[in-house]
């Protein structure tokens, strides 16, 4: 078995020919709970996107471990990404993590019904399972899309910006769930703007300016001088980073 989640090289992604990447080289330790950080505009959701297969890049490519399917991949998008005015309860939602489980015929069997609610409650919304989407609130519908890639069963978890407007409950709802999917053996990346929460949640982090400013355990790089470099100097007072 491989020791990386995802290897990245020599990859360089552009926005009708303006290159918003250059040159990245990552590998993602397996197992891992990873911050992609950078400023706004950086290239972070880019990047997440690239790995993802939803953009194509110019030059070089990501690889995934051999036998690793599509269906062992979840990704939770930023909330503005989402249509939440289409007309489906919270629990069909979650029921949508099961798709690459199920046949052609794609109907969810009690089994499935059973595992959603199970994730509909480890992030405290079983209660809103019949609730229309549109109905909640913006934490509610986070806690919604977690619940649907818990349920996805995945090995990989790819998130953009998961805790962007939620409140301080959801926030450590998620965090916990992230750190319970990270001992199971589950390799968590989510982009994250919070510099000051980066050592208290997260053990890797890649600095993404563009390009790749540095990457690794965050008690090895991130510190000053990295972010200094990443931010080039525009950063406010850091608590963790020395």
């Known amino acids: 078995m491989t020791d990386f989640a995802v290897r990245v090289q020599d990859l360089t992604v552009a926005y ?18 990873v911050a992609i950080v950078g400023p706004n505009g950086a290239g972070k959701s880019t990047l997440l996107k690239a790995m993802l297969g939803l953009l194509k890049p110019v030059t070089g490519g990501v690889t995934f471990p051999s036998g690793l399917s ?4 979840g990704y939770v998008p930023q909330s503005e990404n989402v249509d939440w005015d ?27 019904r059973v595992l959603a609610l199970s994730c509909l409650g480890k992030v405290g919304m079983a209660a809103h399972r019949d609730r229309q989407i549109a109905e ?28 962007k407007g939620v409140d301080t409950v959801t926030e450590k709802t998620i965090v916990a769930l992230l750190q319970e999917l990270k001992a199971a053996g589950k390799t968590v990346i989510v982009v994250h703007h919070d510099l000051q929460t980066v050592p ?20 090895e790089v991130f510190h000053a001088e990295n972010l200094s470099r990443t931010y080039r100097g525009a950063m406010p007072p850091l608590k963790g980073a020395v």
């Open 70 to 73: 599509k269906h062992d991949i």
């Open 16 to 33: 009708d020919a303006q290159p918003v990447l250059w040159d990245i080289d990552l590998e993602i330790p397996r197992s891992s709970l």
């Open 86 to 112: 289409f007309p489906t309860t919270a629990l069909d939602v979650v029921l949508m993590g099961r798709y690459g489980h199920l046949g052609l015929v794609r109907r969810p069997k009690k089994a499935d």
């Open 136 to 163: 909640l609130s913006g934490g509610q519908q986070q806690r919604v899309f977690l619940a649907r890639a818990l349920c996805q069963e995945a090995n990989i978890y790819f998130m953009d910006e998961p805790f």
């Open 200 to 219: 208290d949640y997260f053990d890797w982090v890649a600095l993404i300016n563009m390009q790749l400013i540095d990457a690794g355990p965050v008690s």
